[in-house]
T-cell receptor
Framework: KQEVTQIPAALSVPEGENLVLNCSFT??????LQWFRQDPGKGLTSLLL?????REQTSGRLNASLDKSSGRSTLYIAASQPGDSATYLC????????FGQGTELSVKP | GAGVSQTPSNKVTEKGKYVELRCDPI?????LYWYRQSLGQGPEFLIY????????DSGLPNDRFFAVRPEGSVSTLKIQRTERGDSAVYLC??????????????FGPGTRLTVL
């Protein structure tokens, strides 16, 4: 059974810092991995999708890496802004998405 | 439509009542998923449709929960004899046809269900 862990559970940083969110999963037999953002009381917004054959994916200030064999993914956010404040969820996929509990990020102005 | 839509956005019901939650996927997406999210937790998988058929319903918690997708587009999640523990946000997602397991899933805003 796939289990997903995200560290840290919560993070508070001043504006402008670069930061890394960590995701680990127990079953490396995945097809892809998605990173999502969730604002309070809202649905999930897809940020990045990394195919199992890829090592990383970039979108603007976001960069996600995937090491399937070790069961790890990281989301790197450059030059953080207050608008980045949200909960970030990672979810490996094999037929269905399995989610971690998320990292709650707060970026202070 | 432009994105996945879900109705109603909020539903309050009494214990023991029957509820239906609706999901309209992105036009042309043949795969549709239902997830449930409790407060402070990540979403949990309920059921996945490929076209009209349920390809994986292993996440449905018990036989009070049932979902249909009769024409391969709109889906309805049905909960009978609701219990207070069913209170959660129910999320719907869709993805494109093809190699389904490789495709990006797009989520709707969710339906917040409260059972009193």
């Amino acid at each position: 059974k796939q289990e997903v862990t995200q560290i840290p559970a919560a993070l508070s940083v001043p504006e402008g810092e670069n930061l890394v969110l960590n995701c680990s999963f127990t079953d490396s037999a995945i097809y892809n991995l998605q990173w999502f953002r969730q604002d309070p009381g809202k649905g999930l917004t897809s940020l990045l999708l990394i195919q199992s054959s890829q090592r990383e994916q970039t979108s603007g200030r976001l960069n996600a890496s995937l090491d399937k064999s070790s069961g790890r993914s990281t989301l790197y956010i450059a030059a953080s802004q207050p608008g980045d404040s949200a909960t970030y969820l990672c979810a490996p996929l094999r037929g269905k998405l399995i989610f971690g509990q998320g990292t709650e990020l707060s970026v202070k102005p | 439509g432009a994105g996945v839509s879900q109705t109603p956005s909020n539903k309050v019901t009494e214990k023991g009542k029957y509820v239906e939650l609706r999901c309209d996927p992105i036009s042309g997406h043949t795969a549709l998923y239902w997830y449930r999210q409790s407060l402070g937790q990540g979403p949990e998988f309920l059921i996945y449709f490929q076209g009209t058929g349920a390809a994986d319903d292993s996440g449905l918690p018990n036989d009070r929960f049932f979902a249909v997708r009769p024409e391969g587009s709109v889906s309805t999640l049905k909960i009978q004899r609701t219990e207070r523990g069913d209170s959660a946000v129910y999320l719907c997602a869709s993805s494109e046809e093809g190699a389904i397991s490789y495709n990006e899933q797009f989520f709707g805003p969710g339906t917040r269900l409260t059972v009193l």
